[in-house]
């Protein structure tokens, strides 16, 4: 907020930047559909500046892309590049998790700091497994990302937490459109989010790391059900 209460351009800026983040990670703006800086200005009812800035800023974390002359649009993944982000993830998470359960007995001392920050993850897992079970997609999403987000703090390390971060957006990104049209979408939501903060509070390794080599291991499962053409690709079936 501004001196005088008012918003300020960066505030509006990040404000914007926030709002279309959530309309893509809900799929409601697709890739290859294009859209100008004066479109997305004219539908909030703000100035082009803070719009600009925004769209660059989503550009800049890998969730859009932009053509001088055409506009913007949603960045369109391939399962490839979907495998390669739970590549990316798994080996930065497990190096990061082998760091504290380590087997030199300093994880209850690490996870000692990061009990309050814990009783909060605890919540997120709760809706986040409540949300993945019933297949509520929109509720998940917003959970998934804040859960995994505060568990960062046991990490941290601002630097990894924002490259992981960064990973899950473009993966969610990837897999909405997939998920909305998927009569199964309740088979194909990880739900292991409480079963991993009970394994991290109790500083158990070898269940931390049972809990990741699943998470790992289902999202490749899932790429590989989504290379086989089930369900086909949004938009090409």
């Keep these: 907020m501004g001196a005088g209460g008012g918003v300020t351009r960066s505030t509006l800026r990040?404000?914007?930047?926030?709002?279309?983040?959530?309309?893509?990670?809900?799929?409601?703006?697709?890739?290859?559909?294009?859209?100008?800086?004066?479109?997305?200005?004219?539908?909030?009812?703000?100035?082009?500046?803070?719009?600009?800035?925004?769209?660059?800023?989503?550009?800049?974390?890998?969730?859009?892309?932009?053509?001088?002359?055409?506009?913007?649009?949603?960045?369109?993944?391939?399962?490839?590049?979907?495998?390669?982000?739970?590549?990316?993830?798994?080996?930065?998470?497990?190096?990061?998790?082998?760091?504290?359960?380590?087997?030199?007995?300093?994880?209850?001392?690490?996870?000692?700091?990061?009990?309050?920050?814990?009783?909060?993850?605890?919540?997120?897992?709760?809706?986040?497994?409540?949300?993945?079970l019933s297949g509520d997609l929109d509720i998940l999403i917003g959970y998934d990302l804040r859960f995994w987000r505060e568990l960062g703090a046991v990490i941290g390390n601002t630097y990894i937490n924002d490259f992981l971060q960064r990973l899950r957006m473009q993966a969610w990104i990837f897999a909405v459109p997939y998920l909305r049209g998927d009569a199964d979408?309740?088979?194909?939501l990880w739900n292991g989010h409480r079963e991993l903060v009970e394994a991290i509070t109790a500083a158990d390794g070898p269940a931390v790391r049972a809990v990741l080599d699943a998470y790992y291991a289902h999202g490749m499962d899932w790429a590989d059900r989504l290379a086989a053409g089930n369900p086909p690709h949004p938009g090409h079936g």
């Design 14 to 132: 990040q404000q914007i930047a926030d709002a279309l983040r959530d309309e893509v990670l809900a799929g409601r703006m697709r890739p290859r559909v294009e859209f100008t800086v004066k479109q997305i200005a004219e539908q909030y009812g703000v100035s082009a500046t803070p719009v600009r800035e925004a769209l660059f800023d989503l550009s800049a974390q890998g969730l859009l892309e932009s053509d001088q002359h055409r506009g913007f649009r949603v960045r369109e993944f391939t399962v490839a590049d979907y495998r390669s982000m739970v590549e990316a993830r798994a080996l930065v998470i497990d190096g990061v998790f082998r760091g504290i359960f380590d087997g030199t007995g300093s994880a209850p001392t690490v996870l000692a700091a990061h009990l309050p920050a814990l009783v909060s993850v605890r919540r997120r897992a709760e809706e986040a497994t409540r949300a993945a």
């Design 185 to 188: 979408v309740r088979d194909w």
